[in-house]
């Protein structure tokens, strides 16, 4: 399984301001997605991160609020962008565990913001 | 609308006991099912997967059943363990190569020793 690391692991931040989250994998990976999981929540799924191409965002989710770079195959980041108390949750990276059809997602620790 | 749902936000069951948990899911094209445990401060850790054409996968200690005609699959935990203690999530997907997973609210176990 590819080991996941994410920055920050948590952080306090004001009203207004932004965030970037960045996402480092230890091998090389075509998909990396990135999802939400707001308090008591299940896990929702922002966007896939390609590399050379435009993130695809799900329903809900808009790249000027998320913007995500993927520069290369095992890097990523996040930014929540003009930050409201509605986007204090954790924040998670995950990658794909196999190739082909289908598979597990292997998840970062994950990145906790609190927006006061 | 929730396509996939953990009815039982906690359970707590005895040390050596069997652990149950379950999910339901709506979308009858859902072909593949992943559950994960996750500790405080972690990310979600993957433990077993299963597809449409089976009923059961076991792996360990760890067993998921699929039952396609209710649209319910377990994860059976035996024995249980106090480090078995976290919240189960369960997860499907139905779009092909796109890795687009649905995940429940997740189950919080807690085993008693």
């Known amino acids: 399984s590819a080991v996941i690391s994410q920055k920050p692991s948590r952080d306090i931040c004001q009203r207004g301001t932004s965030l970037t989250i960045q996402c480092q994998v230890d091998?090389?990976?075509?998909?990396m997605f990135w999802y939400r999981q707001q308090p008591g929540q299940s896990l929702t799924l922002i966007a896939t991160?390609?590399?050379?191409?435009?993130?695809?965002?799900e329903s809900g989710f808009v790249i000027d609020k998320f913007p995500i770079s993927r520069p290369n195959l095992t890097f990523s980041t996040l930014t929540v962008s003009n930050m409201s108390p509605e986007d204090s949750s954790i924040y998670l990276c995950?990658?794909?565990?196999?190739?082909?059809?289908?598979?597990?997602?292997?998840f970062g620790e994950g990145s906790r913001l609190t927006v006061l | 609308d929730q396509q996939v749902k953990q009815n039982s936000p906690s359970l707590s069951v005895q040390e050596g006991r069997i652990s149950i948990l379950n999910c339901d899911y709506t979308?009858?094209?859902?072909?593949?099912f992943l559950w994960y445990k996750k500790y405080p401060a972690e990310g979600p850790t993957f433990l077993i997967s299963?597809?449409?054409?089976?009923d059961k996968n076991e792996d360990g200690r760890f067993t998921v059943f699929l039952n396609k005609s209710a649209k319910h699959l377990s994860l059976h935990i035996v024995p249980s363990q106090p480090g078995d203690s976290a919240v189960y999530f369960c997860?499907?997907?139905?779009?092909?190569?796109?890795?687009?997973?649905?995940f429940g609210t997740g189950t919080r176990l807690k085993v008693l020793a």
């Open positions: 995950s990658v794909p565990g196999t190739s082909g059809y289908t598979g597990e997602l292997f």
């Open positions: 091998s090389q990976v075509t998909m």
């Open positions: 991160a390609n590399q050379g191409s435009e993130a695809t965002y």
């Open positions: 979308n009858s094209m859902f072909d593949y």
């Open positions: 299963i597809s449409s054409i089976k």
């Open positions: 997860a499907a997907s139905g779009a092909s190569g796109t890795y687009k997973y649905i």
